[in-house]
């Protein structure tokens, strides 16, 4: 027995063993490409079509590159340094164009003395955006975010400092009507005289008050044509105003679809309706050259701001479908919770109602704003130089820069990519921090 044990002893490890490396198809690339390249035939079969693809694109794509010349004043000059660097025949990017055009990819044909009001008006675009992207910035600072509009369009544009005080104003009057009438009428009358006060006020009185307020105290910039304005300044002026104004109208939009008042809801949907069934080439065209028809003779309507109310308007109808998918996925029990707690339509809609639809309507949203931005490249059509067509071709129809194709093609793309991708993270982040249901 006492033999049994002391053999049996020797079977009990008194010492841990020591840490060993993984196998190595279970770590590192070779783990990863096994997982998600060669999981299987089908997988397999789709890599290697993956990889000969690249590797063809590469093949022709590289010594392009490679050959890139930056240090050119002309299409010529880059054809003769490829040459001699490489030998005859051999091709490569001259990028020479982008380095001696830049400013015009950027800012079309805007007075280059100028070039300094551009650059500010950029600068407190990011510092108007702030308090609005990140809530823990101070609030304070919304302040600035309202009156930026203002600022942007004496900046830009010019001329005297009463007309975007007489913008502003009608703004100012609008909230007063909603504060006096509230008490007196309710929260639908005092919202439709926070609508016709400023529309009455901008129509028939905004112009008398700054050519009045202008002769007593002349203050201003000198004035820059819209003819001048070209490039992405173009497309930054037209998108962004179309995103900041077209994402109140669109919510808008989606409550009257959704109202019971018959008016409004026919008049919400015929809106809507009429504007995605009809292409946006279409509605520039009506800016650029029907609406002169219908305004009274001598009427000077700036071409930008028809296209930003064109703009504007077809981008508020697909926001109002997609924020009206949000109030449709909503359960039930939120509105009748809203009901309980006593809360009238709008005060239910700002504290409960609204902000759930809009978190789930982000990716949308987002998406809308993406396609606004890009559409902005249409405005060729109707006379403006966008960065990627209208700029490009006044590039390439100089005498200095004929026969290059694809590089002042790809600089806007670039920038085109950089900013939608901007905004596509940011979507990303703000649906994380919103984010309540941690699974």
């Known amino acids: 027995m006492s033999g049994t044990k002391a053999n049996s002893a020797s079977f009990v490890r008194d010492t841990m063993l020591s840490e060993q490396d993984p196998p190595i198809t279970e770590r590192g690339v070779v783990k990863w490409a096994r997982e998600n390249l060669f999981s299987g035939p089908l997988n397999t079969f789709l890599t290697i079509i993956g990889a000969v693809a690249i590797y063809i694109i590469l093949k022709g794509l590289a010594p392009w590159l490679l050959h890139s010349v930056w240090n050119a004043n002309s299409a010529a000059e880059c054809r003769e340094i490829i040459a001699a660097a490489y030998g005859e025949g051999a091709h490569g990017a001259c990028w020479g164009v982008v380095r001696e055009r830049w400013a015009q990819f950027l800012y079309g044909f805007y007075p280059s003395e100028h070039y300094w009001r551009v650059n500010l008006t950029f600068i407190l675009l990011f510092v108007a955006l702030a308090p609005i992207l990140f809530a823990n910035l101070p609030r304070k600072m919304l302040w600035f975010s309202v009156i930026y509009p203002a600022v942007a369009l004496l900046l830009l544009w010019g001329g005297s400092v009463w007309v975007p005080v007489a913008a502003l104003a009608g703004f100012a009057l609008g909230w007063l009507a909603y504060r006096f009438a509230l008490p007196v009428t309710g929260s639908l009358a005092a919202t439709v005289a926070a609508v016709l006060v400023p529309i009455i006020w901008w129509l028939f009185f905004a112009g008398w008050f700054a050519g009045l307020a202008h002769g007593i105290l002349p203050l201003g910039m000198e004035q820059v044509p819209s003819s001048k304005f070209g490039g992405f300044l173009l497309s930054l002026t037209i998108g962004v105003t179309g995103i900041a104004f077209s994402l109140p109208l669109g919510v808008v939009l989606a409550l009257g679809r959704q109202s019971d008042m018959f008016l409004v809801k026919t008049l919400s949907v015929g809106f809507i309706e009429f504007i995605r069934g009809v292409p946006l080439i279409t509605l520039l065209f009506t800016a650029s050259l029907l609406l002169n028809y219908f305004l009274p003779p001598g009427t000077n309507f700036d071409i930008i701001l028809r ?81 990627l067509k209208g700029i490009t071709d006044a590039i390439r129809g100089s005498f200095e820069w004929k026969g290059i194709y694809w590089e002042p093609f790809l600089f806007p793309a670039l920038i085109f990519f950089l900013i939608c991708f901007g905004m596509s993270r940011y979507s990303m982040y703000l649906e994380n921090k919103l984010k309540r249901d941690h699974r």
């Open 307 to 387: 296209v930003i109310i064109m703009v504007t308007l077809f981008s508020a109808a697909y926001i109002a479908e997609v924020v009206r998918g949000g109030l449709a996925a909503l359960p039930r029990g939120q509105y009748e919770a809203a009901d309980a707690l006593g809360l009238d339509y709008w005060k239910a809609q700002q504290l409960i109602i609204m902000p759930q639809a809009l978190k789930i309507s982000i990716p949308g949203i987002v998406s809308s704003f993406i396609g606004l931005f890009k559409d902005t490249t249409l405005v060729i059509f109707v006379g403006l130089l966008d960065p």
